[in-house]
């Protein structure tokens, strides 16, 4: 790994690329290379930092406004439905329901996923590649055990479940053996790039303030679900849960967000002032509207783009009428990708930009220095998928062997329940 100087900018390589020439038949591109192709393109910390340590918040758009008003009047609603559902079905004594059996494996299992949560993040800090090595294997693997339990309850609801679980655990482990190439070069860029930024005791104290944001969120989450499952003959029910999902997932977005810009910005002006003097300025709140914009375009971007990527591999260069679409859909995600991604939350905390612009303008940097292969080999993306489904596994097993010994009729809900608070938690 090529070092610089003291007072030259430090790079950010994304982890998993490697030999883009080696495909193409030339000489290996060594990771100095790499870093000088940044360098050309990143604005220096010395050129902007001391300009933007003391400049006030931009004026938020129209959009992030929007986003943030969006955002505040949703969990506004959410507060009043759960309240109305779980107060519903507590009161209900009628139906045969048991909120112990229920609440108690769910609680457990939260409280469990952020401690995960907080404990895979320093293994990640102090021994990154055994970090990544660590998620490749335990992904499969625990994803495999829930299917197993899954499969042991027995109902048909389980075992629909239990197929998908071990479908995405073979799909685990083919793509682990296919990134097998990737993996030398992706554990050298993570070691070099994790030390880069050392927390302080005020971003540790952040990060712990979000996860317990998060743990209290998902508790207070656990009581709508378990009134909608207490009036399982509810019409609305689907809806409910439906909603519920939706919720969980921006706003556990949200969180995973502001944490995301406040690193970035800690990070950026670290080599200005230093992080404990920017970190006073970065608190997050100042970013709301366009953290919540993101959180909601982001990933939705991020899964188009990646279902382009996978049916451009399976058309290949083929011209039958199948794969007629592969292109104009790999167009259509190369445009979308370009109005939101999640390079751009990088630019929103480190220049206070626009979600929209910064990600326009962070996708226009990449392409202009002929950059795309590079990102579609990144790992980063799938290391943290990984340690989420890992984490959520895990926080399944915990909850759904609990309550598979109790009352087997909850498996199936509270082992789901479990796996996606435990995901988004990690």
Not at 36 to 49: C, E, K, L, M, S
Not at 117 to 143: C, D, E, N, V
Not at 302 to 329: I, K, P, Q
């Amino acid at each position: 790994m090529a070092k610089q100087d003291h007072n030259n900018d430090s790079i950010r390589i994304p982890i998993g690329e490697w030999n883009l020439h080696r495909e193409d038949g030339r000489s290996n591109t060594t990771t100095a290379a790499f870093a000088t192709r940044i360098n050309q393109i990143a604005p220096t910390p010395t050129q902007v930092g001391r300009a933007t340590v003391n400049q006030a918040p931009a004026t938020a758009n129209f959009t992030g406004k929007l986003a943030k008003f969006l955002f505040l009047a949703h969990l506004l609603a959410l507060a009043i439905l759960i309240t109305f559902l779980s107060v519903r079905g507590f009161m209900d004594r009628a139906r045969a329901f048991h909120p112990v059996y229920w609440y108690v494996p769910l609680f457990t299992s939260t409280s469990s996923s952020a401690l995960t949560a907080l404990l895979w993040l320093l293994l990640t800090l102090r021994h990154p590649s055994k970090a990544l090595k660590a998620s490749l294997w335990l992904s499969p693997s625990l994803t495999c055990a829930v299917g197993m339990l899954l499969l042991a309850n027995g109902t048909g609801s389980s075992l629909a479940f239990a197929a998908l679980a071990l479908a995405l655990a073979l799909i685990q482990s083919l793509y682990a053996c296919w990134i097998v190439p990737r993996l030398p070069h992706a554990y050298q860029i993570l070691s070099a790039a994790t030390p880069a930024f050392q927390p302080s005791i005020a971003i540790v104290k952040y990060i712990a303030a979000m996860l317990l944001a998060g743990l209290a969120y998902s508790s207070f989450w656990i009581l709508g679900v378990g009134g909608v499952a207490a009036d399982k003959t509810s019409t609305f029910a689907p809806l409910y849960v439906l909603m519920l999902l939706l919720s969980l997932a921006w706003s556990m977005q949200v969180i995973r967000n502001l944490v995301h810009v406040a690193v970035a910005r800690v990070a950026y002006m670290k080599l200005a002032c230093g992080a404990e003097a920017v970190f006073r300025v970065a608190t997050g709140a100042r970013w709301l509207g366009d953290v919540c914009l993101g959180a909601a375009v982001a990933p939705v971007v991020g899964v188009v783009r990646g279902s382009a990527r996978a049916m451009g591999l399976v058309a290949g260069d083929s011209d039958e009428f199948l794969f007629s679409c592969a292109t104009c859909y790999m167009g259509v995600a190369d445009r979308l990708v370009a109005c939101g991604n999640r390079w751009g939350l990088v630019h929103v905390g480190a220049h206070d930009k626009g979600f929209g612009r910064a990600s326009a303008e962070t996708w226009e940097m990449f392409v202009k220095q002929g950059m795309r292969r590079l990102i579609d080999r990144d790992v980063t993306g799938s290391f943290c998928f990984l340690c989420g489904v890992a984490g959520g596994a895990a926080a399944a097993l915990v909850a759904g062997c609990w309550v598979l010994a109790v009352e087997g009729s909850y498996v199936t809900g509270i082992t789901l329940y479990a796996f996606i608070i435990g995901y988004f938690m990690i």
